[in-house]
T-cell receptor, first 115, second 115 residues
Framework: GAGVSQTPSNKVTEKGKYVELRCDPISGHTALYWYRQSLGQGPEFLIYFQGTGAADDSGLPNDRFFAVRPEGSVSTLKIQRTERGDSAVYLC?????????????FGPGTRLTVL | SQKIEQNSEALNIQEGKTATLTCNYTNYSPAYLQWYRQDPGRGPVFLLL???NEKEKRKERLKVTFDTTLKQSLFHITASQPADSATYLC??????????????WGLGTSLAVNP
């Protein structure tokens, strides 16, 4: 596709359940980021992938959160034992690695609601 | 800890006027600063990037300044149009190891341009 896509667009789950959020970056983009955005807030960094490896996972709030990118393209953010405080919009962004700083291309986000 | 502040109040201006948004930061020395636009239900869209050694950048009706002494960036939209109504986010980045371009974000400023 032409842009970053994320599925599902909306996810409603119950407290304690497991969820997976998927991100399809722009083809050829080696860098992939996950952010989390609560209402009225700016995005909050979660994790950065360069290729297949998680180069920086310092933003993951706790060990219930995990992300993978096994083939260096699609990424999945996994949340175990969801809590109400996990409710937010989860944004994925990708960028090309050209050795210079560039823009990040964002998907539309997945709105997660934990009841 | 790092802190980024943007105009706390929503900005309402008349069509045709210049909108000026501010971004102030503390406890941080960014290598670059980016401005994004975000519409409801969508991910942020990149507008402009300015590096620490640049004072001003322009793109069409947009102008960004960056004062590393004041730790402040100003974002201007000249000849504003109702279509410019959105939330504008500033984001700061550093040249981290592994080409990690993770961004630290402000809360955003809501701009409404009235016809």
């Amino acid at each position: 596709g032409a842009g970053v896509s994320q599925t599902p667009s909306n996810k409603v789950t119950e407290k304690g359940k497991y969820v997976e959020l998927r991100c399809d970056p722009i083809s050829g983009h080696t860098a992939l980021y996950w952010y989390r955005q609560s209402l009225g807030q700016g995005p909050e960094f979660l994790i950065y992938f360069q290729g297949t490896g998680a180069a920086d996972d310092s933003g993951l709030p706790n060990d219930r959160f995990f992300a993978v990118r096994p083939e260096g393209s699609v990424s999945t953010l996994k949340i175990q034992r969801t809590e109400r405080g996990d409710s937010a919009v989860y944004l994925c962004a990708s960028s090309s690695f050209s050795g210079s700083v560039g823009e990040q291309f964002f998907g539309p986000g997945t709105r997660l609601t934990v009841l | 800890s790092q802190k980024i502040e943007q105009n706390s109040e929503a900005l309402n201006i008349q069509e045709g006027k210049t909108a000026t948004l501010t971004c102030n930061y503390t406890n941080y020395s960014p290598a670059y600063l980016q401005w994004y636009r975000q519409d409801p239900g969508r991910g942020p869209v990149f507008l402009l990037l300015i590096r620490e050694n640049e004072k001003e950048k322009r793109k069409e009706r947009l102008k960004v300044t960056f004062d590393t002494t004041l730790k402040q960036s100003l974002f201007h939209i000249t000849a504003s149009q109702p279509a410019d109504s959105a939330t504008y986010l500033c984001a700061l980045g550093s040249e981290n190891a592994g080409n990690n371009r993770k961004l630290i974000w402000g809360l955003g400023t809501s701009l409404a341009v009235n016809p």
